[in-house]
């Protein structure tokens, strides 16, 4: 990562490369700060919509032919939207980095937002909405972050609301590329056999005509916490627990990294080990990590039958509050070890370095070298996971359930048992 080399153009656009001369591909991209928490309640899910009407023509390529450019050569194509950050990337050999440059700045620059594509296209994303509806473990993290982050923007589905969706305007699409898509708010990436000069100079041949502008801002986050539940026929209860987090980056976000490494990480972890292997209260279990800019929520996600409900949440509830008294050298040391290698592991994949390479720029306007991140876990003391893990779950909890859960302690039962 100490490569890493960067040039910004006039427009505010920045041009960043993670050479790697000894692999035959190119990984590059666009990454826009302009995520589903830029959006207003009466537009919600227009930043994905307008992800998809990407690809669906531009005045030089049809939608076919965009897709067709790039798998033409063996390379692929795809974006995705996310709550602060939209991102097209493609991924080819070496010799055609130049073609993947011109197809993503075609597609983010010229995009037509044909009518009757949009038709089309507000159907296919109504038909990703209802399959994620049908997915309970999909909802309940919907269910979660409404909780969380109640009326407000970081608080709202990214797919959208349906009936938002379904009547979404052509000129609402358009008018949110206008006003994010900017220089200020572009970052064009680029990892694997390139060099940073000829990185820039597709840069300034395709991205000069980028209007200006700084990003613009959002809503500030405001953790709520509280309950939400939804009754349905399954044969489990999709269970998410959750507690205020922190801000990306921060001393607290590597804490809380290590700590939840620790705590439902993988197999050897605490909730794996205890609620799953030792009293075989759940199918799956584990911990989650979600930070933003200026805030975030740290999370247990299980899976449990009906008739373990009722002993595994006391159960689960123990382990929590029992977590920052008990915490071992040899846990700590093994969920540092284990964070570093998927970290170093990482970086043997170009798609990987140029995802973290647009991100980091958007987020810190820099790229955060691989030796000052190990610093940061290795500088993590078992007296600063303490610290965390008190001040983290003395918050108030955002829980949301989906399935047949009648048997569920109440939220203030739950409350109380933390609190003990």
């Not at 608080?155 to 009547?167: S, T």
């Not at 705590?263 to 080990?273: A, D, E, I, P, T």
């Not at 990482?346 to 390479?357: I, P, V, Y």
């Amino acid at each position: 990562m100490e490569s890493v080399q960067i040039t910004t153009l006039p427009n505010g656009v920045r041009v960043v490369t993670d050479p790697m001369p000894t692999v035959e591909s190119v990984s590059v991209g666009v990454w826009v700060r302009a995520g589903a928490r830029f959006e207003p309640i009466e537009t919600n899910g227009v930043a994905h919509l307008l992800e998809h009407m990407m690809f669906k023509g531009t005045a030089r390529r049809t939608a076919p032919q965009i897709a067709e450019s790039i798998e033409n050569v063996g390379g692929h194509i795809n974006a995705y939207t996310a709550r602060e950050v939209t991102a097209y990337y493609a991924k080819v050999l070496k010799d055609d980095a130049a073609l993947a440059v011109d197809v993503i700045a075609d597609i983010v620059q010229n995009s037509l937002f044909d009518d009757g594509e949009l038709t089309r296209e507000r159907s296919v994303v109504l038909q990703e909405i209802g399959q994620a509806h049908d997915t309970p473990d999909d909802v309940v993290f919907d269910h979660f972050q409404s909780v969380a982050f109640p009326d407000q923007p970081l608080g709202r589905p990214v797919l959208g609301l349906a009936d938002v969706v379904g009547k979404m305007p052509r000129d609402v699409i358009a008018g949110f590329h206008g006003k994010h898509y900017r220089g200020g708010a572009l970052v064009l990436a680029a990892a694997g056999n390139i060099s940073h000069e000829a990185l820039v100079a597709l840069g300034e041949a395709h991205f000069s005509d980028v209007p200006a502008g700084a990003p613009e801002s959002f809503e500030t986050s405001s953790y709520g916490g509280g309950e939400r539940s939804e009754a349905r026929d399954l044969e489990q209860i999709h269970f998410v627990m959750g507690f205020e987090g922190v801000p990306v980056g921060t001393d607290d976000y590597y804490a809380l990294s290590v700590l939840s490494n620790l705590f439902g990480g993988g197999m050897s972890s605490r909730l794996f080990q205890e609620i799953r292997e030792r009293r075989g209260l759940v199918y799956s279990i584990d911990t989650f990590l979600s930070a933003y800019s200026d805030g975030g929520v740290f999370g247990i996600y299980a899976g449990t039958g009906p008739d373990l409900i009722e002993e595994f949440v006391p159960a689960l509830c123990g382990e929590i509050t029992r977590l920052a008294d008990s915490l071992g050298a040899d846990e700590i040391a093994r969920a540092r070890t284990q964070l570093k290698s998927s970290l170093l592991m990482g970086m043997e994949s170009t798609g990987a370095r140029s995802e973290r390479a647009g991100q980091q720029m958007l987020l810190y306007d820099r790229v955060v070298s691989v030796a000052e991140l190990v610093e940061k876990i290795d500088r993590v003391t078992p007296e600063m996971l303490g610290d965390v893990a008190r001040r983290t779950f003395a918050t108030v909890p955002s829980l949301a359930t989906v399935g047949p859960a009648a048997d569920i302690a109440t939220f203030d039962s739950i409350r109380s048992r933390l609190a003990a």
